[in-house]
C-alpha cells in the first residue's frame, strides 16, 4: 500500500488536498455544456475526533455550490445540543506529488474554520480509507491509501 511519512506540524497532522465538485455534478455541466469550476486545494488537519470532514464555508462558496441537505453536529463547543450546518457533495483528492485517491463523491459539513488556520478537517469518513499511524516520539504521521 503506497504511503506518505510526513512530519507533525505545529498545527497537528496536516495534509494538502484539492476539493471539487462531485463527480455527478461534474458530469451534468459538461453534459448541458457549461463551465466546470476547477478543484482548489486546500490545507486540512486529520481529525480523529471528526465523524465526517468539514470544510471551510469560504472554500466551498468558490466552487459554486448549492447545500444539499442539513446535518445535526456536535462539537464540544455546542455541548448536549446538535447544531445544524449545511451539508455539500464535493469530490475529494488527497494529493502528494508520489501518490494520490480521489472520492469522486463525499457529502462534507461546511465549517467555519479559516481562522484557525486550516480550510478542512479530514473525519473518520475518508480515514477508514486509509490507514493512519500517528508517531509522537518521531513527530510524525504515515498516512496509506
Do not use: W
Amino acid at each position: 500500500m503506497p504511503h506518505l511519512t510526513l512530519p507533525v506540524s505545529s498545527d497537528g497532522p496536516m495534509v494538502e488536498l484539492y476539493v471539487g465538485v462531485s463527480r455527478p455534478r461534474r458530469e451534468a455541466l459538461e453534459d448541458a455544456k457549461q463551465q466546470v469550476p476547477q478543484p482548489i486545494k486546500i490545507r486540512g488537519l486529520v481529525d480523529t475526533g471528526a465523524s465526517g470532514t468539514c470544510v471551510d464555508s469560504q472554500a466551498l462558496s468558490s466552487l459554486g455550490l448549492s447545500p444539499t441537505g442539513q446535518v445535526p453536529i456536535h462539537t464540544p463547543s455546542t455541548g448536549g445540543t446538535p447544531t445544524l450546518r449545511p451539508q455539500y457533495d464535493v469530490s475529494i483528492t488527497l494529493s502528494h506529488p508520489d501518490i494520490s485517491m480521489t472520492m469522486g463523491e463525499m457529502p462534507v459539513i461546511e465549517s467555519q474554520l479559516s481562522m484557525q488556520g486550516i480550510q478542512a478537517l479530514i473525519g473518520r469518513d475518508v480515514l477508514r480509507q486509509c490507514l493512519f499511524v500517528y508517531n509522537g516520539e518521531e513527530d510524525q504521521f504515515m498516512l496509506a491509501f
